[in-house]
């Protein structure tokens, strides 16, 4: 700063100097009017590097917005709970991750029930029998109300050989 306040003070005595060239006079003009743009270019992009700098540029990874949930909204996500409602479909509905909402019932005294398998044994067989007819994978995942990969991983455990893709 001190530097730029020095090359100000020695343009302003050459212009003062040279004030009958009005060449040297737009020159000097010029070159104040860059360090000015300069030094202003230096300030937003340290404002920007303030703003930004949680990520490096480029980064492909989003923002993740935390979001706190109300007492009010507990106890409606607790009484949606208790009244049969999944804890996947309370984290959809109210925007927070089923950790949070596994949480909040603990703390509220809530047990959570156990995960029931959708896919059964039983499923798991029939499927085999529907995969070696020819259906395909998320086709019997769509029937099941499955993932096309969890057929996969489960046909594959109980021994059925996984064509291969088309």
């Known amino acids: 700063m001190a530097l730029q306040m020095a090359r100000r003070k ?9 004030s009958q060239s009005g ?3 737009t020159w000097w003009f010029v070159v104040d009017l860059l360090e000015q743009l300069s030094h202003a270019l230096d300030n ?15 980064s492909s990874e989003r923002l993740k917005r935390l979001r706190m949930l109300t ?12 009244g049969g409602a999944s804890v996947r479909d ?5 925007g927070v991750h089923r950790t949070t909402i596994s949480g909040h019932l603990k703390q509220n ?7 029931v398998r959708k896919f059964t044994d039983q499923k798991v ?3 085999g029998r529907l995969y070696s007819s020819g259906m395909s994978l998320s086709r019997i995942g769509e029937l099941y109300n499955v993932d096309g990969s969890t057929v996969r991983k489960e046909l594959a455990k109980i021994g ?3 064509r291969k893709r088309r």
Do not use: F, H, N
């Open 23 to 25: 060449e040297a006079l």
């Open 90 to 94: 309370l984290a959809l509905q109210y």
């Open 44 to 58: 937003l992009l340290t404002s920007v590097g303030r703003t930004s700098s949680a990520r490096p540029a480029g």
């Open 109 to 115: 005294g809530i047990q959570t029930r156990a995960a």
């Open 10 to 18: 020695t343009c302003r005595q050459s212009q003062k100097q040279t």
């Open 125 to 127: 067989i029939d499927a």
């Open 71 to 82: 007492s009010s909204q507990v106890q409606a996500l607790c009484s949606e709970y208790a």
């Open 160 to 162: 059925v050989t996984i």
